[in-house]
């Protein structure tokens, strides 16, 4: 029961008192006024009124002749009371909101009908959203709706999310570290032998003391093994961290892969190919490289600086104090930079794409490119591209360029610091020269490291990004979310329940309210003008998509609770478009069911009609056919496609325009072969042609979202409805249809 | 291909559903019609087209200038209950700089917040800075010109260019 307390906090004092016998029903916030400016409002229905919130509220008596229609365009919607003598109010709302607004239409609906008929309304259904008060499904206790909506950023840590795809190699890498820090310690040790070198061998003999051979033969013997030592760690060290990101770029990439995969169409439908070719390609890439090469330096560099930090230290605090105050102004600097590299390499990677973006446009368009001769102005569209690629490349380099020299002077600087402040300790007798010969050599590796170190920002910046665009695609949850507990799929019959079916596609209403029952076996005629929801019925229907409002069942059981491979593999889909995969025919015939038989494949080969022509090619049913099936013509495709349909032997089957795209005698020969496809199963067919349909049991005329008309051809041909138009404009349209070449004797020709 | 209604003589009036009526040249009444830009943001105000409720083309205008001072008010009231393009003024905030993100804006309709799925969202238009904001319920939302926005706003919106 919604009470005043289930009122937004804003509105409960806002209310006008209500009549002690007078009940809250509804409430439906809005947020434009009727001005269309973003506004709140609240319109809210009790027992006998509606109220509305204004600059006074508004209050409206139900009566029988009051109605409330909701209509939506572009990102919009409108609700209007109306009575017989016109209209009486408007609201207005952005499309987030609509589910509220149906649900209270709805609500007003009942209430309305009660008031009229004096009986208490129908009790209310199910526990609702509170945020669009969409009936909840059964057991879920988040709206699937709103959870869709809730809209939570990638971390800035995304880099580190990659540790999901590193566990599994956690032993690997814990050797590959311990190597690492032997490997380090390992390159620490000549410049410390540089000191006894200096001290007891070089300056003594300047002081005419002879040279020790065999200590000499000792301590070179010792930069030599320390070096051959470090060799060996650092080859282990490294083949064993190339080895293990190599596998985990090769995981992220199959894993974004497969949920790519099982993405809902809607994703596909928003996002450009070549977009989502670099990203798995370039960016996983991009990912391993960082992992393999830079990541591993900076580990390296981080150990190299605190194991020369504590030596440092170790030999003389006071110049070794002096050496490391260069530090926090190149880490005060990367830190600067960062912010400013990190959003230069997103926008180079978004530029990247666009440049992939014009090639994936391009190259499957090529036939229209050549015959309408543009090949010029595509080349021109990826030089733009790709000068806009140039142009964030050099705005972003002109930052860099000045980062690392600037880093290179300040080691210098670092280095000119330590001689003098080495000279004057020297002179002063704190230090031996050994000591400032060590300090020099292991500054100049420090700062070699901090240099390379510096580096690292720019491609931890490219790898994070890249991660976040990987992230991106593993994020998104499919509109088509596989239910949390599956029901199992009971046998399939082929009957199909739509109740009160409505789909949304971005802020379009494409269907409303449509309600079709089709019995085990029947087969469905699809009929209308083209945009008028045939296609995203069938869509709705293959659960390519779920439906924004109702529901559809088959054999009693919600399409949103099995699993989604479970029920797809009951249907059989034959596309206007039919798309064969590269491979031989019999790969692509038995794609839906990869393990049948040689028979079964040309079984069903044979009753697509498509077995003559397979012998004919070259090599039979191992020829091979292209990316877009070239060498085979329109209908041979289809008919193909057809078998592919036959041989999983579908309860359900779905023909979307599936001859439309062949001229007649071809048509003819996939009509025969479909009639064998259609025997015992349910058939939603589309057809363009309604002569193709007489066979259908019943025919479904749907317009502009609705099915305005149900019956058989003659039925609906004698109602002299939607269907008779559509019929008798198709017929005269042959008749009066112009040859090509010919022109209507009004039309002027534009100029 | 079919030729444009021609430009005849007709009224328009409003009832009192609120809905236009058109009484075309020949005498007949149509309720429920809707005027549409056939060049929504390229040329708003060439080419307007009055579609019956069925959705079928009655009238072609071919710029609304010029059409007599009473069915061109009425065109531009009806246009303006139906459009909704919220101009942004000003971006106040944003929750992140990737995607999807929540800005807070100042648009010529008032203050609101809109979701944006992701970069590809916002559209290059021909003008000079001019951009088409998409956002998560299909809203769109206009920049007319990036170089104009304060430069807070500017800084924020070129990290999603």
């Known amino acids: 029961m919604t009470t005043i307390d289930t009122l937004p906090q804003a509105w409960q004092g806002e209310l006008p008192p209500l009549a002690p016998d007078e009940q809250l029903i509804a409430w439906l916030e809005i947020d434009l006024d009727d001005q269309l400016a973003f506004r709140p409002g609240l319109i809210a229905l009790t027992s006998y009124r509606v109220l509305a919130s204004g600059d006074n509220w508004v209050s409206r008596s139900l009566t029988t002749t009051l109605s409330l229609a909701h209509h939506d365009h572009a990102g919009v919607g409108t609700l209007e ?197 670099a990203r798995i390609g370039t960016e996983t890439d991009r990912i391993n490289v960082f992992l393999s090469l830079h990541l591993l330096d900076f580990a390296t560099d981080i150990l190299m600086i605190v194991m020369t930090a504590i030596i440092l230290f170790s030999i003389n605090p006071w110049l070794a104090l002096v050496t490391l105050i260069p530090l926090p102004i190149i880490a005060w600097m990367i830190h600067i930079v960062r912010d400013k590299l990190r959003t230069g390499f997103e926008q180079i990677d978004r530029v990247w794409s666009e440049v992939t973006s014009v090639l994936a446009d391009t190259i499957p368009g090529i036939r229209v490119v050549k015959a309408f001769a543009q090949e010029a102005r595509e080349a021109q569209r990826f030089r733009d591209a ?51 010969t060590a300090f020099l050599a292991y500054i100049s590796r420090f700062y070699n490291r901090l240099d390379a170190m510096s580096r690292i920002v720019s491609v931890t910046q490219k790898a994070a990004a890249g991660a976040k665009r990987i992230f991106d695609i593993l994020d998104h949850v499919s509109s088509v979310p596989e239910p949390a507990n599956p029901v199992e799929m009971p046998p399939v019959r082929g009957g199909i329940d739509i109740q009160n079916v409505g789909f949304r596609y971005g802020n379009r209403a494409i269907l409303r309210g449509v309600d079709l029952n089709i019995a085990p076996g029947e087969m469905i005629g699809l009929v209308g003008h083209s945009g008028s929801g045939k296609s995203t019925l069938v869509n709705l229907i293959c659960r390519f998509y779920d439906v924004t409002e109702g529901q559809i069942k088959v054999e009693g059981v919600d399409l949103r609770s099995v699993r989604v491979a479970d029920y797809r593999k009951h249907i059989g889909l034959v596309l206007q478009e039919p798309f064969l995969f590269f491979g031989t025919i019999a790969e692509n015939i038995a794609y839906g069911k990869p393990d049948a038989t040689r028979t079964e494949i040309v079984a069903a080969a ?146 | 291909m079919s030729r444009p209604p021609v430009s005849s003589p007709f009224t328009l009036s409003r009832n009192s559903f ?90 010529d309709r008032g203050a609101t917040s809109l979701i944006l799925k992701s970069e590809d969202d916002i559209r290059r238009l021909r003008g000079p800075g001019a951009l088409l904001v998409a956002d998560s319920q299909g809203i769109h939302f206009l920049i007319r010109d990036r170089k104009m926005l304060d430069a807070h706003s500017q800084k924020i919106l070129k990290r999603f260019l």
């Not at chain 1, 880093?407 to 000119?416: A, H, Q, S």
């Open chain 2, 18 to 107: 609120g809905r236009l009526v058109l009484v075309g040249a020949d005498g007949t009444a149509h309720d429920g019609v809707t005027p549409i830009r056939a060049f929504a943001i390229s040329a708003p105000d060439d080419g307007i087209a009055l579609l019956s409720a069925e959705g079928k083309e009655l009238q072609w205008i071919e710029n609304l200038a010029n059409l007599p001072e009473a069915s061109r008010a009425l065109i531009i009231d009806e246009l303006a209950q139906r459009e909704f393009m919220p101009a942004i003024h000003r971006i106040i905030s944003v929750s992140s700089y990737a995607t999807p993100s929540t800005w807070e804006v100042e648009t």
């Open chain 1, 386 to 436: 790709n000068r806009h690629n140039l142009e964030v490349n050099d705005r972003l380099n002109r930052v860099w360029s000045l980062f690392a020299p600037t880093v290179g002077l300040l080691t210098e600087i670092g280095i000119l610091v330590v001689w003098a402040f080495g000279i004057w300790l020297v002179g002063h007798d704190q230090i031996t020269v050994g000591v400032l």
């Open chain 1, 81 to 277: 009371l109306e009575d017989s003598s016109g209209r009486l109010a408007r609201w207005r709302y952005t499309l987030g909101r609509n589910p509220a607004a149906l649900r209270f239409e709805r609500e007003f609906t009942r209430q309305r009908d009660s008031v009229a008929s004096g009986l208490p309304p129908s009790p209310a259904v199910a526990a609702a959203c509170p945020i669009c008060q969409m009936p909840l499904p059964p057991d879920e206790e988040e709206c699937p709706n709103c959870a869709r909506e809730l809209h939570t950023p990638p971390s800035t840590w995304t880099l580190l999310r990659l540790w999901r795809f590193a566990e599994p190699y956690k032993m690997q890498l814990l050797a590959g570290f311990l190597l690492t820090l032997a490997a380090t310690a390992a390159t620490l040790v000549p410049p410390y032998l540089t000191m006894p070198l200096m001290d007891d061998i070089l300056i003594p003999f300047q002081n005419g003391k002879p040279i020790d051979t065999v200590k000499v033969a000792w301590l070179l013997a010792g930069l030599l093994g320390s070096a051959v030592f470090a060799w060996g760690l650092s080859w282990a060290r490294t083949y064993i961290l190339a080895l293990v990101s190599e596998r985990i770029g090769a995981d992220l990439r199959t894993t974004t892969y497969e949920h790519l995969m099982k993405l809902s169409l809607e994703y596909f439908g928003g996002k450009r190919t070549g977009d989502l070719l």
């Open chain 1, 606 to 751: 044979r009753a697509a009609h498509a077995h003559e022509f397979i012998l004919r090619q070259p090599f039979g049913y191992d020829s091979l056919v292209g990316e877009r099936g070239q060498s085979l013509s329109g209908g041979e495709r289809q008919r193909i496609s057809i078998a592919r349909a036959l041989l999983i032997d579908p309860k359900i089957l779905i023909l979307d325009e599936a001859t439309s795209a062949v001229d007649t005698e071809t048509e003819f020969e996939i009509q025969s072969a479909l009639n064998n496809l259609i025997r015992g199963r349910t058939t939603i067919a589309i057809a363009h042609r309604l002569s193709t349909l007489r066979r259908a049991d019943r025919l479904v005329v749907m317009d502009r979202g609705r099915i305005v008309e149900i019956g058989q051809h003659e039925d609906l041909m004698a109602k002299e409805g939607h269907y008779w138009r559509l019929y008798q404009a198709q017929t005269k349209q042959l008749d009066a249809l112009p040859a090509l070449g010919e022109t209507l004797p009004a039309m002027e020709v534009a100029a």
